[in-house]
């Protein structure tokens, strides 16, 4: 099937998302904390296990069953939204983003799926089984989330907070922003603000989308780690952009927001 991108495709391609985190889900779970639980490390000193693999592996064989026409993009297989087929479709995939937590026996990891259309998230689901909790949404269809397994989807939005002075603050690492000389202007900006905390990678995003925190900063962000939050974020009525404030989930980091207060960040995080 080919999305013609009416809204009965968007609900389609939400559907097979949610099949496809249903099979990420079916991987990842048992080996969580699993005794012979094979870690690995990457050239950029990341974990890597043998979960990350095998569910990329049956996502990527999924897609070519159910939509052999669309590109993908996977953090352990490779793979360009650079080089996108007529129709503009591109699936990007995490298999468990917070593998460090995965590994450590930490509950707070995800499998992430979006679907890009011309570049633009259309479709995104974070299944985080560990958690008990999945997230998703679509263009036109709202952001959702239910308590796994058989939960009730419940409708998401974000906070009304509009001041900083009011704001919680969220980030993944400190020592991040020190690495990309950005330390100063996180100061900065958790100054401003009147919670700070590290709850980090796709669940401050989450967060940020239910309603529960009100920013979400990451220094260092790979197009996997941000495609399928930007769909649930806007669908609840948030923002997600650059530190610079340019729209989009490939800039190399990302800002998440209820929207009102996106803009006094990015310039509080441009200062320098």
Sequence with gaps: ??????????????????????????????????????????????????????????????????????AVLGEERGGSLDALPPSGRGWVLDPIDGTKNFSRGMPVWASLIALTEHGRPTVGVVSAPALGRRWWGAAGHGAWTSDRPGGEARRISVTGVAELGDCYVSTTDLNTFRGHGLLGAWLRLTDACWETRAFGDFWQHCLVAEGVIDLAVEPEANAWDLAAVQPILEEAGGRLTDLRGRPGFAGGNGIASNGLLHD????????D
């Design 1 to 70: 099937m080919t999305s013609t991108g009416t809204d009965s495709d968007t609900g389609a391609d939400l559907a097979l998302a949610l099949e496809l985190a249903d099979i990420a889900d079916a991987i990842t779970l048992p080996r969580f904390r699993a005794a012979d639980l094979r870690v690995t490390r990457k050239p950029d000193r990341t974990p890597v296990t043998d979960a990350d693999t095998a569910a990329e592996d049956a996502l990527r064989a999924a897609l070519t069953g159910q939509r052999p026409d669309d």
């Design 264 to 271: 006094a960040a990015v310039t509080i995080l441009g200062a």
